[in-house]
């Protein structure tokens, strides 16, 4: 079946080093999103990516989706305290619209 | 906009009794809403896709006759956890997309807690 996996499964970080985490498809995607959960809290959407190649920026965080579709990275500059969290890409493979899930990423940043 | 909420957020039962959790959006319309079931420093596992006025479609391995979903509206879906045992303790994360976007937006989740 359809799978993405997400490396690596967790990151613990000195406060103002960068983070990156990643997903691959088995099957090509028609978009991707990536959602963070904080500790207690319910998953919240980031950003969706649709075109292939595309890069995407909200402030310190860089989204990018491969020329193939099948991979995205997830790179956050200089982390901070409000980071920590686990992050999840989420792919659509555009058949029942359901989303298939990575594993996720918790990411732990010391101050 | 486009807020889900989900009642209870917490609840402890005996076993064998049943649960009902409701998933709403509060302003919007959701021809769709999903079930989630997370365990601690898990990933999310879909339960279930559920369609306002049709029958909701199961994922493998899911059962349904335990988990009964009724999406009798365009703003509430509810799941009823039947004969509740102490291995169906975990939290249950429903969400809802627009109807026409493709991002979900997440309910706070229920933690259900079988003694």
């Known amino acids: 079946g359809q799978q993405v996996m997400q490396i690596p499964q967790y990151q613990h970080v000195q406060e103002g080093e960068d983070f990156t985490t990643y997903c691959n498809s088995s099957?090509?995607?028609?978009?991707i999103q990536w959602y963070k959960q904080r500790p207690g809290g319910h998953p919240v959407f980031l950003i969706q990516l649709v075109k292939s190649g595309e890069v995407k920026k909200q402030k310190r965080l860089t989204f990018q989706f491969g020329e193939a579709k099948k991979n995205s990275s997830l790179h956050i500059t200089a982390t901070q305290t409000t980071d920590v969290g686990t992050y999840f890409c989420a792919g659509d493979a555009g058949n029942n619209r359901k989303l298939i899930w990575g594993l996720g990423t918790s990411l732990a940043v010391n101050p | 906009g486009a807020v889900v909420s989900q009642h209870p957020s917490r609840v402890i039962c005996k076993s064998g009794t049943s649960v009902k959790i409701e998933c709403r959006s509060l302003?919007?319309?959701?021809?769709?809403m999903f079930w989630y079931r997370q365990f601690p420093k898990q990933s999310l596992m879909l339960m279930a896709t559920s369609n306002e006025g049709s029958k909701a479609t199961y994922e493998q391995g899911v059962e349904k006759d335990k988990f009964l979903i009724n999406h009798a509206s365009l703003t509430l879906s509810t799941l009823t956890v039947t004969s509740a045992h102490p291995e169906d303790s975990s939290f249950y994360i429903c969400s809802a997309r627009l109807l026409a976007g493709n991002e979900q937006f997440f309910g706070p989740g229920t933690r259900l807690t079988v003694l």
């Open positions: 099957t090509t995607l028609s978009n």
């Open positions: 302003d919007f319309q959701a021809t769709t």
